[in-house]
């Protein structure tokens, strides 16, 4: 599903990321961990096209990355859901609104994106919250949202970057369960994290990254 032969990325005379080569199989959750700085970001950048390699090939849901020309990264994106560092949620919007608008994007009726928007409260526990604004709702609750927006077009692959990386520990376990109850449902899931927790015990695969080379493939335990 998501294939890196040998790629390698530069910023300035920088590396970030050095000959990289992994492959993660249709339906498996993976984890990418590293310290601050390993390359995590790019390598994910890299998957949804918001950077392209130096060297290298990547291939994502069985296309050649380097034969895709800019125009055509929207369609890509569409079978990819990204779930970012930072929020981004529309405040002057309710949470029904901020997950609904990405399946409106996408063309889809009225009728069929509040069944699909209601369903996707109901798999995050946030049914009780669709009228609420963002602000009113905790950390782990926004987090919850922005996963149910980047799953509710039913992404052939999820990618998520430290999808935990501000809440408590009991917070982070809720999340976590959604991304097995996502996963369960068989979406390909990569998150990136810096917190061994997330992965301890799971018997997932992990690739550690350190400056960006790739040190080791291990399974969480
Ligand atoms: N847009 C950019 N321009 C220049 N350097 C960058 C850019 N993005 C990332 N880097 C550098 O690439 C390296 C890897 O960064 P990043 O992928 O964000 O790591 P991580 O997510 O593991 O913290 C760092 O040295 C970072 O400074
Ligand atoms: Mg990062």
Do not use: C, W
């Not at 992404?155 to 976590?176: F, K, R, S």
């Amino acid at each position: 599903m998501i294939h890196f032969q040998n790629v390698t990325k530069d910023f300035d005379n920088q590396t970030a990321l050095k000959d990289i080569s992994f492959s993660v199989d249709k339906g498996q959750m993976v984890f990418l961990t590293g310290p601050s700085g390993s390359g995590k970001t790019t390598l994910l950048k890299l998957i949804y096209l918001a950077e392209r390699p130096d060297n290298g090939e990547i291939i994502i849901d069985g296309y050649d990355t380097s034969q895709i020309k800019d125009s055509g990264i929207p369609l890509v994106r569409r079978s990819i859901g990204i779930v970012f560092q930072d929020f981004r949620l529309l405040e002057n919007r309710t949470v029904f609104e901020n997950i609904s608008i990405a399946l409106r994007i996408r063309g889809i009726g009225e009728k069929e994106t509040k069944t699909r928007t209601y369903d996707v409260l109901k798999n995050v526990n946030l049914r009780h919250k669709a009228d609420s604004y963002p602000k009113r709702l905790s950390g782990g609750e926004q987090q919850r949202v922005v996963i149910a927006r980047a799953i509710v077009p039913e992404p052939v692959i999820l990618l998520a970057d430290e999808p935990t990386g501000n809440l408590d520990p009991d917070t982070a376990e809720g999340v976590m369960n959604t991304f097995k109850n996502v996963h369960a449902k068989g979406t390909t899931i990569l998150i990136a994290t810096h917190n061994r927790e997330l992965y301890r015990n799971t018997g997932n695969k992990v690739l550690r990254l350190d400056s960006g080379n790739l040190i080791g493939e291990e399974f969480g335990r």
